[in-house]
């Protein structure tokens, strides 16, 4: 018996980090994989919590160390998933969220010795992923048409996925990623919870 890996990949703008945090305060027996970035902290972010913000020289060592369960490089800089708590988090019965773009879920997704399921969540339409994305301010222009080509490539790939969320409303989508996790723990014999369900017979 062991937790599960949850890949949830979203084009940014879909609104998936707020629900994320919705969700990790939700749902027991859950955490969230930090992956390491050579991005730079955005205003706000914090080391250890959103990110491990690494150099390239440290990343390229944890690379040929094999440090990563999965690595891509994204917007031009180099994001990745080390492996260890994954394996820690895993043997505690907790299920972990890697919130990984579509080239990282494809990797995890290939490893069929960890059990693995995986969500796509996107917006409701190309109009909506636009506006989200210049609302949030963090990008200058070029960035901002970056993502958006790139959020439009990633949305190619969303059949891939095991489960599909719109995100029209935030209550309802994040009562729809809780319900996949507890339904998801219902087919492997876990409580709600997350833990094993087990059936005592009186003596
Ligand atoms: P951001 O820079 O906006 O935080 O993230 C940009 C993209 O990188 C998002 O699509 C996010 O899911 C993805 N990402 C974050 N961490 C990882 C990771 O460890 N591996 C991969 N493959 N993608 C990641």
Not at 74 to 98: I, K, M, S
Not at 156 to 175: C, F, K, M, P, W
Request: charged letters at 30%; a negative charge; aromatic letters at 6%.
């Amino acid at each position: 018996m062991s937790g599960q890996l949850i890949i949830v990949s979203a084009p940014s703008g879909a609104g998936k980090t707020t629900m994320l945090k919705r969700v990790i305060g939700t749902v027991a027996r859950l955490s969230f994989s930090v992956s390491h970035t050579t991005r730079q902290p955005r205003p706000g972010e914090i080391e250890g919590r959103d990110y491990y913000f690494t150099d390239d020289s440290r990343f390229q060592q944890m690379i040929a160390e094999h440090g990563f369960i999965e690595w891509a490089r994204v917007h031009e800089n180099y994001y990745g998933t080390a492996l260890a708590p994954l394996r820690d988090a895993l043997a505690e019965n907790l299920d972990v969220l890697l919130d990984i773009d579509v080239q990282g879920a494809a990797i995890v997704r290939g490893q069929s010795a960890l059990p693995v399921y995986s969500i796509f969540i996107m917006a409701p339409t190309p109009e909506e992923l636009e506006r989200r994305l210049r609302g949030r301010r963090t990008e200058d222009e070029k960035g901002l048409r970056g993502r958006i080509r790139q959020a439009r490539e990633e949305m190619a790939q969303a059949g891939t996925y095991d489960y599909l969320i719109v995100n029209e409303d935030l209550d309802r989508s994040v009562d729809t990623l809780c319900a996949i996790i507890v339904a998801e723990r219902a087919k492997q014999r876990r409580s709600p919870d997350g833990e094993p369900i087990r059936w005592h017979e009186p003596h």
